[in-house]
């Protein structure tokens, strides 16, 4: 029996064409034929079954067979805001990896302390879509260019909004506890800082707008570690049995 062959093309029940990327895989890598099975995915919830009907040069045509739609496996929105660390591929193991476990969106802060100030998103979401097809996930996270703190902040998203930092200035509370007296449903949206951690103002600002002052644990966490630990605590609080 084949292995199950997933490609990700948005709006796949509007088109009959793969894109050009996605096809020169399924004919070089994988050696499609016409009459081969496919499956795709739409990044909006729904798998659909296909036979390739054209396989040819760099054209990789399909008629689809059957609609899938798929179930959510957690409910609510996960939102995490992140500082993007000065060495890129930590952050894109972070993202994929994320994109594996499962949440919504992640969005770049440009912070006082950051030691990155600009980000190619275009791979960044080139790195969710092969997490995503590698995890079979139906919904693709929305990935978001870089943003400035202060403005982030003053837009006060989600339902739940939550800051991770180091500082004992501030009282903290034990997220995953927080989340466990959340209903699932909620959106939340957890905030992570650069190495350096957000700065005092920084973390002053967040929880005059709102935001809760949490803590990820006993253990100082590398940026990309936090991220990762935030969104599996989002997401084991938020999961369908």
Known sequence: ????????????DELTELPREEA????????????DEIFLMDGYGT???????????NHCLYEIKERLPQEKTWKGRIHLAIAPTKMMDRMEWMVEKATEVGFDEVLFLNCQFSERRNIRIDRIDKIVV????????????????LMDFKAFVGQNKGSHNFIAHCYDEFPKVDLFQRLGHIAPEEDITILVGPEGDFSIDEVKLAIDHGYESISLGR???????AGLMAVSMAQISKRIL
Request: proline share 3%; aromatic share 10%.
């Open 1 to 12: 029996m084949k292995e199950a062959r997933y490609f990700y093309l948005s709006h796949a």
């Open 24 to 35: 020169q895989h399924a004919l070089r890598v994988l050696r499609l034929q016409a009459g």
């Open 47 to 57: 798998f659909y079954k296909a036979e390739v009907t054209l396989a040819s040069g």
């Open 130 to 145: 092969s997490a995503m097809k590698q995890s079979r996930k139906p919904w693709k996270p929305v990935v978001n260019e």
């Open 219 to 225: 253990s100082r966490l590398r940026t990309e570690t």
